[in-house]
């Protein structure tokens, strides 16, 4: 089955392919009956894609709202089993790496690592050093100095004098020892160790960002039949409920012109 043999059967349905866009940043995107397939997509991921997008187009027929809303598996499987989603979530997985978030889970243990690190160093002058606590040594010096900024900031531009005379002063987590020479070595790990912690912060976000997308309804009922295609016995093997339960409704009807598609590619 080629890919132009799909499009001419999506564009018989009434839908408007195109497939030379950015799509919004994404491998394919799909809205208001139209798909758009970016044109720096490589050619084994055209048609994976082509079906991604049109199983999004089949749900919103099953579900109008499904682009504010995310969809519903309870509507998608006419079940609301609770072993679907954990299936699904495996071929999801199966389906885009990216799901997994593999780098930035490392990148979060780096800097969970950096975090203990200053901690250490923090407490070999302050032994008795917590992160859940108030560090009043620390909070009472800061007062004083400008290094303050680099609580909220990595790097800072610090602009000092009248109208016609002005100042502008550079300040860096990484340069705080020259910076700021008089500087307590404890206090100095104690600004990074804040700096790691407001990384990791942003590193969770990420993580619950991607975590949220890939596990909406829509999300998931797109990837298991792009799965399907990829390896068909795989996806059946690691999601064997979800796939009966689809099977089932696919052979009656449900998934209207899914049927019809998933025949001309399997």
Same mark, same amino acid.
């Given at each position: 089955?080629?890919? !132009? !043999?799909?499009?001419?059967?999506?564009?018989?349905?009434?839908?408007? =392919?195109?497939?030379?866009?950015?799509?919004?940043?994404?491998?394919?995107?799909?809205?208001?009956?139209?798909?758009?397939?970016?044109?720096?997509?490589?050619?084994?991921?055209?048609?994976?894609?082509?079906?991604?997008?049109?199983?999004?187009?089949?749900?919103?027929?099953?579900?109008?709202?499904?682009?504010?809303?995310?969809?519903? /598996?309870?509507?998608?499987?006419?079940?609301?089993?609770?072993?679907?989603?954990?299936?699904? +979530?495996?071929?999801?997985? &199966?389906?885009?790496?990216?799901?997994?978030? =593999?780098? /930035?889970?490392?990148? @979060?243990?780096? =800097? @969970?690592?950096?975090?203990?690190?200053? !901690?250490?160093?923090?407490?070999?002058?302050?032994?008795?050093?917590?992160?859940?606590?108030?560090?009043?040594? &620390?909070?009472?010096?800061?007062?004083?100095?400008?290094?303050?900024?680099?609580?909220?900031?990595?790097?800072?531009? #610090? =602009?000092?004098?009248?109208? &016609?005379?002005?100042?502008? @002063?550079?300040?860096?987590?990484?340069?705080?020892?020259?910076?700021?020479?008089?500087?307590?070595?404890? &206090?100095?790990?104690?600004?990074? #160790?804040?700096?790691?912690?407001? @990384?990791?912060?942003?590193?969770?976000?990420? +993580?619950?960002?991607?975590?949220?997308?890939?596990?909406?309804?829509?999300?998931?009922?797109?990837?298991?039949? !792009?799965?399907?295609? #990829?390896?068909?016995?795989?996806?059946?093997?690691?999601?064997?409920?979800?796939?009966?339960?689809?099977?089932?409704?696919?052979?009656?009807?449900?998934?209207?012109?899914?049927?019809?598609?998933?025949?001309?590619?399997?």
């Amino acid at each position: 089955m080629k890919a !132009e !043999e799909l499009i001419r059967y999506f564009k018989s349905l009434g839908l408007s =392919v195109h497939t030379g866009t950015k799509a919004r940043g994404h491998q394919g995107f799909f809205l208001n009956n139209r798909i758009d397939i970016s044109k720096n997509i490589s050619e084994n991921r055209l048609i994976p894609t082509l079906l991604h997008e049109f199983t999004h187009y089949i749900h919103s027929k099953l579900e109008p709202d499904m682009n504010k809303t995310g969809g519903s /598996l309870e509507i998608l499987f006419k079940s609301d089993n609770p072993i679907y989603k954990e299936e699904l +979530i495996k071929v999801t997985n &199966f389906v885009d790496n990216n799901s997994l978030c =593999v780098r /930035l889970y490392e990148h @979060k243990d780096r =800097v @969970k690592q950096k975090i203990k690190e200053q !901690e250490n160093i923090i407490k070999k002058y302050y032994p008795k050093f917590q992160r859940s606590k108030k560090f009043k040594e &620390f909070d009472k010096y800061i007062k004083r100095s400008n290094a303050k900024y680099l609580l909220k900031y990595d790097r800072v531009r #610090l =602009v000092e004098g009248g109208f &016609f005379r002005k100042t502008t @002063k550079l300040f860096s987590i990484d340069d705080i020892e020259k910076d700021f020479t008089d500087m307590p070595i404890a &206090f100095a790990a104690y600004i990074r #160790l804040h700096s790691f912690q407001k @990384k990791q912060s942003r590193i969770s976000a990420r +993580i619950n960002k991607y975590k949220k997308y890939y596990e909406k309804p829509c999300e998931l009922f797109a990837r298991l039949v !792009e799965g399907l295609y #990829l390896d068909r016995e795989w996806v059946e093997a690691i999601a064997p409920n979800v796939t009966r339960q689809f099977y089932d409704l696919l052979k009656d009807g449900y998934y209207m012109e899914l049927k019809v598609v998933l025949e001309k590619v399997w």
